[in-house]
């Protein structure tokens, strides 16, 4: 079992749904991050979050927004996703300031049809 | 921005031999890491290593920062040492991981 809870572990949805990603640590981690992976190629980064306060968006298109409640808590929501979209999205947690301590959560595999 | 290179990209090992992975970067880095990734998708962390040597039961690792390279030794390889190793390193922005391409491993019996 890891630190980094990640719900759901599988979602397919179509391209008018909305859903949402869930994400938790419970190690006091102050920084937090969505990556996307495709299928035989190393993670992307999307999002960082320090102190919940979003500090890196690299250029993500807006059908992904996020949003990070309190300190353990990342939420993804997606809307009128592409089906080049379907990915494996990681969440992931770590000390601010120092990147120490980078834990991946088990990912949700995501199919937009 | 900055490039890493992992080699080799595949390495298919009989189970209780030893290998060598090596990560290049082609500028100075804050920080170095080492992932193994497995067939499930699992991304552990196995090594926080900007510089120096650490050993964490069978897996090594080295960084030596002034020539901009990382090795990942394995030693006495079991079948659970099977999946894709990467390496990220952080340059610009703290906990941003820029990944390498990643090395295949597969360990047989």
């Known amino acids: 079992d890891t630190e980094v809870t990640q719900t759901p572990k599988h979602l397919v949805m179509g391209m008018t749904n909305k859903k949402s990603l869930k994400c938790e640590q419970h190690?006091?981690?102050?920084?937090m991050y969505w990556y996307k992976q495709k299928a035989k190629k190393p993670p992307e980064l999307m999002f960082v979050y320090s102190y919940e306060k979003l500090s890196i968006n690299e250029s993500v298109p807006s059908r992904f927004s996020p949003e990070c409640p309190n300190s353990s808590l990342l939420n993804l929501h997606l809307h009128a996703l592409q089906p080049e979209d379907s990915a494996l999205y990681l969440c992931?947690?770590?000390?601010?300031?120092?990147?120490?301590?980078?834990?991946f959560g088990s990912g949700t595999r995501l199919t937009v049809v | 921005g900055i490039q890493v290179e992992q080699s080799p990209p595949d390495l298919i090992l009989q189970e209780g031999a030893n290998s060598t992975l090596r990560c290049n970067f082609s500028d100075s880095v804050n920080n170095l890491q080492w992932f193994h990734q497995n067939p499930w998708g699992q991304l552990i962390n196995l090594f926080y290593i900007p510089s120096g040597t650490k050993q964490n039961g069978r897996l090594s690792a080295t960084t030596v920062a002034t020539e901009r390279y990382s090795l990942l030794y394995i030693s006495s390889s079991q079948t659970t040492d099977s999946g894709v190793y990467f390496c990220?390193?952080?340059?610009?922005?703290?906990?941003?991981?820029?990944f390498g391409a990643g090395t295949q491993v597969v360990v047989t019996p």
């Open positions: 190690m006091g981690h102050r920084a």
């Open positions: 992931a947690s770590s000390q601010a300031d120092l990147g120490y301590g980078y834990t």
């Open positions: 990220a390193v952080e340059r610009d922005s703290w906990g941003k991981l820029q």
